[in-house]
């Protein structure tokens, strides 16, 4: 194979059995990894598919929010290979309405899937990846965490995402590197019935190199980034998404008083307020 190779590498995808997930899966055992594939249910057709293609692949059903699960997909690729090598945390939901109105137990498996879900398989990853020296985990976050209507829930989870993927990478040593991806497809599985999509939306398998690349040696320089690639009429869009940053800051020797923060808002600061919601561009 020419260009970017997975060839020998060991790779767990969370939430394989469809959309995104399945993507991702597919493109990396097209470039020579080894995948082990995870979901709730639907695992042991996709490792089929691959195992058609040619590919080796091994299955584990279960839920990620159960940190058991996570232990497995590790130890699985521990036993069968010896070594962990890459990570995608795919695995996700994504409720929609006004949180006020939303089930307590929708919320809590939101948060228990989108956030701890990817704790706890990073956790068990960087466990083995910090040991052996090596490694590269890509989790999923989205453009939602600067804010959607009718997804709150979810937008805070993939915020939090970000906000791991940020903190691990100033955790792990040198050899092992974390990133994100804000990736949009349609196709997923995530929205609800009747989503309408636009043109320029694409299909999954045009997400699924952008994971092949960081998960690739030749992102070694690559690090606590998150990384969109969306569809735009005019093609496919690839950019890195800023970090939160802090503006700029006025300073009161005395202290600052209700009525001097109502003028400094009035006044200088009123320029630097940013505006809410993400952008559809």
Not at 60 to 77: F, I, K, M, Q, R
Not at 106 to 113: A, M, P
Not at 143 to 167: D, E, M, W
Request: hydrophobic content about 45%; glycine content about 12%; overall charge neutral.
């Amino acid at each position: 194979m020419t260009g970017i190779s997975l060839a020998g590498k060991v790779i767990v995808v969370t939430g394989a059995a469809r959309g995104l997930g399945r993507a991702y899966a597919a493109r990396l055992a097209a470039r020579g990894a080894r995948v082990v594939v995870n979901d709730v249910a639907g695992v042991a057709d996709v490792v089929e598919q691959l195992r058609l293609a040619g590919a080796t692949a091994f299955g584990c059903a279960g839920s990620v929010a159960d940190p058991d699960t996570a232990e497995t997909l590790v130890g699985t690729c521990l036993r069968e290979f010896g070594r962990i090598d890459g990570l995608v945390n795919n695995a996700g939901v994504r409720p929609e309405g006004w949180s006020w109105e939303e089930d307590p137990e929708i919320t809590r498996r939101t948060v228990e899937v989108n956030l701890l879900g990817t704790l706890h398989c990073g956790a068990a990853a960087l466990k083995a990846m910090v040991r052996q020296g090596s490694g590269s985990i890509v989790n999923v976050s989205s453009r939602a965490q600067a804010g959607i209507p009718r997804s709150a829930t979810y937008a805070a989870t993939k915020g939090a995402v970000a906000s791991l993927t940020y903190s691990w990478a100033l955790d792990v040593p040198p050899g092992v590197r974390v990133n994100a991806i804000a990736p949009q497809a349609r196709g997923t599985g995530t929205r609800r019935p009747g989503t309408v999509f636009r043109p320029e939306e694409p299909e999954p398998e045009a997400i699924a190199p952008l994971v092949t690349y960081l998960l690739s040696d030749a992102a070694a320089r690559v690090n606590g980034q998150v990384v969109r690639l969306i569809g735009r009429p005019a093609g496919m869009a690839l950019g890195v998404v800023k970090h939160p940053r802090g503006a700029r800051v006025l300073t009161d020797p005395g202290g600052w008083t209700e009525e001097a923060i109502a003028a400094a808002f009035a006044g200088d600061l009123g320029p630097d307020l940013e505006p809410v919601g993400a952008a559809t561009g």
